[in-house]
């Protein structure tokens, strides 16, 4: 079992920067592919960045390409979301996810432990 909590959420404008956190529990954080992916009330949850196990392996959405960076402290059980250059239409809830697995992986599917979300709102 692993327990997934997000932080960092919250308002921002146009422009501005924030950084998500998601602190996992359990021994398998370090052998787990982690992703972030968001949400809009009344749209399908859509993949945002994944990292490998090690993190050495990442990957992005098109639309966040450049503007957001994830990352992983494997001795913090912690991967991170720092989010640059923001837009409205960043505007989400954003879940975190574990998968069984090293691989990088973009594929909701795959991910088997969800966090509860947390909020960003980019005003204009």
């Known amino acids: 079992q692993v327990l997934l909590v997000e932080s960092g959420g919250g308002l921002v404008q146009a422009g501005g920067s924030l950084r998500l956190s998601c602190a996992a529990s359990?021994?398998?954080?370090?052998?787990?592919?982690m992703g972030w992916f968001r949400q809009v009330p009344g749209k399908e949850r859509e993949f945002v960045a994944a990292?490998?196990?090690?993190?050495?392996?990442?990957y992005y959405a098109a639309s966040v390409k450049g503007r957001f960076t994830i990352s992983r402290d494997n001795a913090k059980n912690t991967v991170y979301l720092q989010m640059y250059s923001l837009k409205p239409e960043d505007t989400a809830v954003y879940y975190c996810?574990?998968?069984?697995?090293?691989?990088?992986?973009?594929?909701?599917?795959?991910?088997?432990?969800w966090g509860q979300g947390t909020q960003v709102t980019v005003s204009s």
């Open positions: 996810a574990a998968a069984s697995l090293v691989a990088v992986s973009t594929t909701q599917n795959e991910f088997d432990y």
């Open positions: 359990g021994r398998t954080f370090s052998s787990s592919a």
């Open positions: 990292s490998s196990s090690s993190g050495r392996s990442t």
